[in-house]
């Protein structure tokens, strides 16, 4: 009998206001924050940006050509979005710090951090792979994005709280054949995400992390424009698809909004079904 109360009282709440839920979930309004997207003139970081800027965020984006952030930023200028382009290697610790200053300078503070830039210079058997070769994927994949964090978690706390957001890959859970150094970069930022999230948290800064699986941009061409290799892997995947950027810019999103705010020290798999974590 309670419970038939409580179902006539939610219908009748659903009747009077039927969009009342929707609205409120979808309202995510990241009105007046700036937020940091490394890597972000194309593929996950570029849509990272928009909808970050769609949702009202002042985006940076960066890449280490001009000639890149100059079409990225013509591109989301010509979307409505608030959005300033430099260039940056995030390998490089005086290209980490320009870009900060030049955030802190233009748009006035740091609220949102999304960690995107990954190389990968090596494929096939990881016992074939050299010392330079983990140097230079660790020192972009992972060290980068710790020491970019560094930087702007003063920034961040001077605005009362922030978010941090690692881009890891299914890769991490599940190494992917002939590309060993890659996949365990990938696991350390599921590490790294765990270790930073309770320190920061007393600062309010949430850390989390998406591990998207093959998404369709121009990092993963070898994979995807492969028909054998996609129709092998496709085998694996609930949805018969590769995922397209967008699908993860709105997870990401998601977790730089409000409506994440009890969310950290997680990874979020985007991967279309792939069978890689309990």
Not at 150 to 159: A, D, G, N, S
Not at 230 to 254: N, T, Y
Request: hydrophobic share 40%; net charge positive; charged share 20%.
């Amino acid at each position: 009998m309670i419970c038939w109360v409580m179902l006539r009282s939610l219908s009748k709440c659903l009747r009077t206001n039927p969009v009342g839920v929707q609205r409120n979930m979808s309202q995510s309004s990241l009105a007046g924050k700036v937020a940091i997207v490394t890597a972000s003139t194309d593929g996950i970081g570029l849509a990272a940006a928009q909808a970050l800027g769609k949702r009202g965020a002042h985006v940076v984006v960066s890449s280490r050509k001009q000639t890149n952030v100059d079409k990225a930023v013509a591109l989301l200028q010509g979307q409505n979005i608030q959005v300033t382009g430099t260039t940056c290697n995030v390998g490089e610790g005086k290209e980490r710090e320009k870009l900060v200053q030049m955030t802190l300078e233009k748009c006035g503070g740091i609220d949102i951090l999304v960690s995107n830039a990954a190389v990968n210079p090596f494929f096939g058997n990881i016992m074939d792979s050299t010392e330079d070769v983990w140097d230079k994927i660790l020192s972009v994949n992972v060290k980068s994005s710790f020491l970019m964090t560094k930087l702007v978690v003063p920034h961040m706390e001077k605005r009362g709280g922030g978010n941090v957001v690692f881009v890891s890959s299914v890769a991490g859970y599940q190494p992917m054949q002939a590309l060993g150094p890659y996949s365990v970069s990938k696991t350390a930022l599921l590490g790294l995400t765990r270790a930073l999230a309770p320190d920061l948290a007393q600062s309010n800064i949430r850390v989390n992390c998406v591990a998207p699986g093959v998404i369709k941009t121009r990092f993963s061409s070898a994979l995807w424009q492969n028909e054998d290799i996609m129709d092998e892997f496709k085998k694996q995947l609930s949805i018969k698809r590769i995922g397209e950027p967008e699908e993860i810019g709105g997870v990401i999103a998601f977790l730089c909004s409000d409506e994440a705010s009890y969310i950290t020290g997680e990874t979020i798999t985007v991967t279309g079904g792939i069978n890689c974590r309990l």
